[in-house]
């Protein structure tokens, strides 16, 4: 493929939009991955929406026909089509749910070669201006779901608290609501151009119109489709990089246990229809009876009693009703195998409270070795997600110091910065004492005045401390035998 260069001198700018506009992976359905998150349920002939309502025929209840042995029957009417059920689950978004939390669902760390004013107005943008952790934790949930996101920082002129007027950075995430987006790389893989394709308002004729924005490392590039003919403006790019963080999977989350989770939804929507059809049992009756109609309050069945030609003896008929016997073990079975492909297939842990219910108080350690697959799963997801949470910290530095104050650019030089997430697990605060305790040979590894300050109902340290000193001494006074006072 050419580079950016070579494709933006094309005359026809056409032309260039069309060599742009190309998707990285050939065949991907956006628009159908997040409907089937959303519950739809089409994507695949084996799919559960595709089941097909049952056609029935009628019968009449007055008129009667024979058949081909000469037997009178009930006469066709016609047919008439019942719907059948068509349950769905949360499967898609249980998978996704799960994997974002593990991802980035702890603790945000920000760290630096060496803090300084620079490095904390950067942890402010991220943690309070940008909320970065809420924004990462989009991202790759879009990208779970229609396998294709990104992030787009930008500048904004706003009013600051002082009255004046300041440029702060903002971002935005892209996915299919808000229209086409295409990467372009050169032939390292570097990206080298970002291109959205949307429709908007123009201001200057009021109507809606294709918009095409492409952005390189040094330039803006906006084009209106007016009517056949594009209009384009340049500006430059005031970050002096591309401003776009770009991450892409080749399938959704789920796609591995389609198959499994189409069985599980077809088998639940027959259970339905089955259940619906046997769940209020039909009397079966024998000899001649005398029903009650439904309105009949203390209701009775009454048989004609008859009396044998033969043998004199009195005979009458009998009913009992009718009742669903089968077996559910093999059902039974069967879902729970398709259960347990779902998640051991998404290295997602069942963490439903039927499954939780019985574990126990399990240690810190325990608890982790229980969802090493999961653990496992983010290190994988990391491979795409880790790349693109440095890319975005060196473009928001990119944002402070080129735009928002270039006084803070001396803060970062040859200052890396790297940002974490801690485990979305809770930690085990006991046990981990006790390991660092074990470790400094069963003594103490905090300060009477540093575990005093974490307590919760301690207001003042150091008046807490002074009171708990006075205690100490009165306690000693009390045990002395020397020192005590006798009555």
């Known amino acids: 493929m050419p580079d950016i260069a070579t494709i933006l001198q094309e005359p026809d700018f056409k032309k260039v939009v069309e060599t742009l506009c190309q998707d990285t992976i050939e065949g991907r359905e956006q628009e159908a991955y997040l409907k089937e998150y959303k519950g739809d349920r089409t994507r695949r002939e084996t799919s559960v929406g595709n089941r097909k309502d049952k056609e029935i025929d009628l019968y009449s209840d007055t008129e009667f026909e024979e058949d081909d042995e000469g037997n009178q029957i009930p006469k066709k009417i016609g047919t008439d089509t019942v719907p059948v059920a068509k349950i769905n689950t949360n499967i898609p978004k249980k998978i996704v749910r799960t994997a974002v939390a593990f991802l980035f669902g702890g603790d945000m760390n920000i760290s630096f070669t060496e803090d300084n004013d620079g490095t904390e107005y950067f942890r402010a943008v991220v943690e309070k201006k940008l909320k970065m952790k809420a924004i990462f934790k989009e991202f790759a949930r879009t990208v779970m779901i229609e396998t294709k996101s990104a992030l787009l920082f930008y500048p904004k002129a706003v009013i600051a608290s002082d009255g004046k ?103 639940i929507s027959r259970l339905f229809d089955t259940n619906d059809y046997f769940s ?58 398709n259960i347990n492909e779902v998640f051991s ?128 001494r009165e306690e000693a006074s009390n045990n002395n035998p020397l020192g005590s006072t006798f009555m």
């Open 165 to 267: 007027s300041a440029i702060e950075l903002r971002v935005r995430v892209l996915s299919q609501k808000n229209g086409e987006f295409y990467p372009h790389f050169d032939d390292f893989g570097d990206m080298d151009a970002f291109t959205r394709r949307y429709k908007a308002i123009n201001p200057e004729d009021s109507k809606e119109h294709d918009y095409v924005w492409i952005q390189t490392a040094d330039q803006n590039i906006t084009s209106i489709d007016m009517d056949g003919t594009w209009v384009t403006t340049t500006e430059p790019n005031l970050f002096g990089k591309i401003s776009i963080v770009y991450a892409e999977q080749d399938l959704p989350e789920w796609e591995d246990i389609v198959s499994a989770m189409d069985a599980i939804e077809l088998r």
């Open 280 to 337: 209020e049992p039909i009397l079966k009756s024998y000899g001649a009876t005398m029903l009650p109609s439904k309105n009949t309050v203390g209701k009775q069945i009454e048989f004609e009693v008859k009396v044998d030609q033969d043998s004199g003896k009195e005979y009458h008929g009998d009913a009992d009703y009718l009742v669903w016997q089968q077996s559910v073990e093999s059902v039974k079975l069967e879902l729970e195998t």
């Open 345 to 472: 297939g998404t290295s997602t842990p069942n963490l439903s409270f039927e499954n939780l219910k019985d574990v126990g108080n399990i240690t810190g350690i325990g608890m982790k070795f229980m969802f090493m697959d999961a653990f496992i799963k983010a290190m994988e997801k990391m491979e795409i997600f880790e790349p693109a949470v440095q890319r975005a910290a060196h473009i928001i530095i990119a944002g402070i110091t080129k735009i928002c104050d270039p006084t803070m650019v001396r803060h970062f030089e040859d200052n890396d910065v790297e940002i974490t997430f801690g485990s979305v697990l809770p930690d085990d605060l006991r046990e981990e004492m006790e390991v660092l305790s074990i470790a400094n040979g069963n003594k103490p590894i905090n300060s009477r005045k540093t575990v005093t300050a974490r307590s919760r109902f301690t207001k003042d340290v150091d008046e807490e401390i002074q009171q708990m000193q006075a205690e100490d």
